[in-house]
């Protein structure tokens, strides 16, 4: 089961032909991918952004 998680969130997104990350950006995309591939956790997610807003970086 942990090697099945494994291959669907890190090797499709960060693997494939061509890519190359940094680990700041790499940490990002493989947390919000978990929050998007776990049940109820993308909502639970933007319902904490809705209440205590979010850092801007602009």
Known sequence: MTE??????VKQRLCAS???WKTKGAK???SLRSLVHTTGRW???????DQFG?????
Do not use: S
């Not at 099945?4 to 969130?9: E, G, Y």
């Not at 909502?43 to 952004?49: L, N």
């Open 4 to 9: 099945a998680a494994c291959k669907t969130l």
């Open 28 to 30: 990002i995309i493989l």
């Open 54 to 58: 979010a850092e801007c970086c602009c």
């Open 43 to 49: 909502t639970q997610f933007w319902e904490k952004i």
């Open 18 to 20: 061509g890519m190359r």
